[in-house]
């Protein structure tokens, strides 16, 4: 509208700049000490075999916590993915006992996950209410009827061919779950980074209300993460019962809170609106390496939770503490 | 040294509190520009002035809220300066809100001492006395309120009653009442005269916010005009008229600071008919035409925005029919809206309009990336060009594209928005006090903007409480009050005057 109009830069940085300088290169640099310290601690840690059975530590918690980040960034959350892990686990459970084949237990374990998915989706986002109190909630239902269901019997008699999801390898120490932790990676890293969807998270997430002005479908972005993360508990429960051969109502006991750690230890702001896939990648690979590497130095499991929980302390001050010194 | 000398009978007693020559600017504006304003003991004072004529920041630097810049605040004659509102509060100022703050979950009687109630041994409250003093003060206003009732469950005339009394137990010497009867009914204004009479009657000075002439005159001893931060003038009610009150409020030369804009009004392409909803309008209807600027102009809580909003999809009218190009569209959500071409810059810039903390390419493009993706896929590149190709037409300040929006000023923030909805590519787009808190270049910027967009084709519908911004920008105006279109003005018909008189309903 005037003759001279000035000319806006697209970036002052580069975005490899932003990059080195986020806390996702804090937290490899953290990784790769933990690395060195446990390859320094332990003889048995730096053997193929070792570093695989390693993986089996995050591979099944990461899956969820892909989507649980997604849900993070928007402003919600979901605290019982542990309780639909064990419902899913039970329904599959139930399938063997009336003869179902492995096909079936698939869909029953991804089905159950959906439909528990989309009732915490319908109770936030039709009724309105807080998802925190509603995830509390079903986190007492879904693991309550798993109870009523089992009492204090156990589901065993899975079929040997189900036993690949969480026992088998696709090649040499690859193990098949390694492999769907990294496909589900990147296929979120690519809808959180990459879509219209994933944007729409971020917005959502950093200003439901502006989000709405601007035209997104706020309610149907949420249904559908809900769902996502219903759907990954399911994926989930599949390789877990799959990994132990048998069900119990405990399953995945807590599992919620070690996912919900995984998430803001790779850096997604708790209240919403930032983070990264990548970020959730390596916090998981930080996760597995800290109780694998304490595992393998016979630290009891006590133990192992409060190192956890004093890392997850740590790494977050940490950004804080620096620039509170440098500002002296 | 005040401003005018008054030969009225009143001069002969002094005013308790008085402003002279006071100065407040904030960073773009100067909220208030040598002002100067007197209070006598048991006489009211109406101060009366358009939205932005600096009203509320005077109820701020009376209150210890803001400290001026300069000038001097008078004290029974003796220069003071209020450092805090506690300081304000010590000598015996309170200030009764539009919204007052109180606190449902706690008593009345706790809500009315809250900050300073009466201590008992070891610093405990002293709750025997409080609930003494409460049920005192409440029944010298003549409220029937139990103190020891919770606040909630409280009606909003009474809770405005317990914000009064609050303003009472602190012994007030000054009380400042800003539009009080704005959320009342017709019976509870009344009360509120009588309360008035009763606190004159105790010789307490009453400064007297509003923007309806009729209770002005009814209860007014005095009053104050301002406009745009300045003092006009003051004097005797009974020495004045509310055409010349009016004059005084808005009277001013607006035509050359607009742009020169010649309108070619083409086909119409919205109508609205009979849109109404439980509490906020009723029986809202108008038509548009491309290329044309409606005005609409109302008070604050006319109803303006609240229709807006649901011709946009936000809130759900109880009923009421949009038709585009002929064509009835049902809207039920604001993606509806955009899908017809109809988009909505919102009044709150920082909730509604962007999101702050996401650079400037993303807001631009947020509500077009249907067009700038590919199956669902972002295209950076896309984006940017877009977000280039409209900020720059807005003339856009920034240091790049991907600075976030908090980090832009308001009036840049403000073009970051409109750059938003126009790369939509809208055919109506509904501007919601668009130069509201920006500086004065922004403003021209916009206007000149809004006078293009016109000249391109676009139906603008421009929500303003700015006399000079309605005046000088549209060319028909509608003017609502109390949730319904009170008449709709062209031409010759449009002044200042009839504006306020239609706005007012005097």
Redesign the interface.
Known sequence: ??DT?????????SPLQKRLKSWETLLLLVAVAIFMANSFASPYFLNAWSLSDATFNFTEKAMIAFAMALLIISGEIDLSVAAIIALASTAMGAAVEAGAGTPVLILVGLGTGLLCGAFNGFLVTRMGLPSIVVTIGTMSLFRGISYIVLGDQVYKGYPSDFAFFGQGYVFWVISFELVLFAILAGIYGILLH???????V??IG??P?????????VARVKFILFLLTGLMSGIAAICLTSRLGSTRPSIAFGWELEVVTMVVLGGINILG??GTIPGVVIAAFVMGLVTFGLGLLNVPGIVMSIVIGALLIGVIALPRLWSMWRAR | MLMHTQTDAAAATAPILALDGITKTFPGVKALDGVSLRLFPGQVTALVGENGAGKSTVVKTLTGIYQPDGGDILLDGAATRFATPQDAAKVGITAIHQETVLFDELSVAENIFIGHAPRGKFGLIDWTTMQRRATEILRSIGAQIDPGHKLRDLGIANKHLVAIARALSIDARVVIMDEPTAALSHKEIQELYELVETLKAQGKAILFISHKFDEIFRIADRYTVFRDGQFVGDGLIDDVTESELVKMMVGRDVSQVFPQRESHIGDEVLQVVGYDHPTEFADIGFTLRRGEILGFYGLVGAGRSEFMQAL?G?TKPSKGVTKIDGMIRIIR???D??IHGVV?V?EDRG????????PI??NVT??S??RT?HR???RLAEE?SLA?EY?????????????DVGNLSGGNQQKVVIA?WLATQPKVIILDEPTKGIDIGSKA?VH??MA?LAAQGLAVIMVSSEIPEILGMSDRVIVMREGRIATELAGEDLTPETLVRHAAGI
């Open positions: 509208m005037t109009t000035r000319f806006i830069p697209d970036r002052l940085q990459k879509t219209n969807f994933g944007r729409a971020y917005a950093n200003n209300t502006g989000a709405l002005f601007s035209g997104i479908r609106g930032s | 946009f936000i959500s604001p993606a809206a955009i909505y919102p909730k509604q309009g962007a999101i702050t903390a996401l390419f993303q947020l509500p990336l249907g993706s669902g896929f972002l940017f280039r900020t720059q037409r807005l003339d856009l300040r920034a240091a790049s594209l991907d600075t938003k910027a000149e903007f293009e």
